[in-house]
């Protein structure tokens, strides 16, 4: 597996390294072969090379199997796009996948839950994605503003493809559809209608429809009753803050960035500049990002060794979280470095773990 590393801004460089040192231990207990090339990204390589990422490097990842991101700053970037919008749309990453769960050693603000949010990564609300030219957040009068919105049949499509898909591999088979159709009666009316056709090819899976509003209401009364969750950019992107801070810390949020040939592991938060440093971030948000760039890698090239480490991973992090072997923000007190060897430890030595 030939893996790029981007360590990127703030946090980034603590919390990659701590990753890295995990697919580390990762590759040699279940001899994954992970070929790692380090790289810059983000400030680092604008002090470096005057811009934050470089086309030889779009070329290069590519190339590659798999990406690893370091958090990036959302305001760095002077109305730029930062690595991580270059990276997404280079490669056409549509499917932004944000597993929330609770474990015996952190068991959640609200109650135990086992969640993943299947957000669409490429239209939406997003000013950036969905203008050929321009940007889609308009002053028309110096007091008048516009978004413009973008829904595609074909983005509705193959995100919802991607929801149903993982639902299957659930125990569950539960998946709920998110949208404002009630009110956006064109384009989540779109959406929904996109997403009925591909539920019809997997009958199986027992879908609901959910207006969003009401949605976050759910969430938080009865967060267990939810599985898998397929909705539209910017709903995605609120209600995964949501469910990543009722798992306990954003600094558990892993997340991939997911395309038909590519993917791109990054944590769901920020670049965290308040605590960057400081040897005080919670490494395990990109260490789960990491593990779902395992089992996405295995399952596209059928080699289930890496799905065995991805869940060795999550097992490292239960065993750590009920250990105690885990950062502040989580209600411990170890740095950065320490709970990465723990991680390390636990892989390395599954007795341990
Ligand atoms: P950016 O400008 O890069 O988006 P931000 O600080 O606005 O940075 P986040 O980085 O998402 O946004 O951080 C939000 C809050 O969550 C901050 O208080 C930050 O310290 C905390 N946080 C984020 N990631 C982690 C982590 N991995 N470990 C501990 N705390 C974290």
Known sequence: MRLVVLPGDGIGPEIVAATEAVLEAASQRFQLGIATTRELAGQASIARYGRPVRPELVELVRAADALLLGPTSTLDYAGEPGPSAIFRKALDLFANIRPARTYPGLPGRLGAM??????????????????????????????VAIAIRKITREG???????????????????????????????????????CRDVA???????????????????????????????????????????????????????????????????????????????????????????????????????????????KAIEQAVAACLAAGE????????????????????????????
């Open 156 to 194: 509705s499509t193959r995100i919802a493809r991607a929801g149903f898909e993982l639902a299957m591999r659930r125990p569950r088979r539960r998946l709920s559809l998110v949208h404002k159709a009630n009110v956006l009666t064109t384009s989540d009316g779109l959406f929904l209608a996109a």
């Open 326 to 353: 885990k950062t502040r923000d989580v209600g411990g007190g170890k740095g950065t470095r320490e709970v990465g060897a723990a991680l390390v430890r636990r892989l390395s030595a599954p007795a341990a773990a």
């Open 114 to 143: 086992d969640l993943v949010v299947v957000r669409e990564n490429t239209e939406g609300f997003y000013a950036d994605r969905n203008m050929a030219h321009g940007n889609a957040d308009i002053l028309v009068t110096e007091d």
């Open 200 to 310: 019809r090819d997997f009958p199986e899976v027992a879908v609901e429809e959910i207006i969003v509003d009401a949605m976050m209401a759910h969430l938080v009364r009865d967060p267990a009753r939810f599985d898998v969750i397929v909705t539209t950019n910017m709903f995605g992107d609120i209600l995964s803050d949501l469910t990543a801070e009722m798992s306990g810390s954003l600094g558990m949020g892993g997340s991939l960035n997911a395309g038909a040939r590519h993917a791109m592991a990054q944590a769901a938060h920020g670049s965290a500049p308040d605590i960057a440093g400081r040897d005080l971030a919670n490494p395990m948000s990109l260490v789960l990002s990491a593990a779902q760039l395992l089992e996405w890698h295995g399952r596209g090239r059928g080699e289930p060794r890496f799905g065995e480490a991805a």
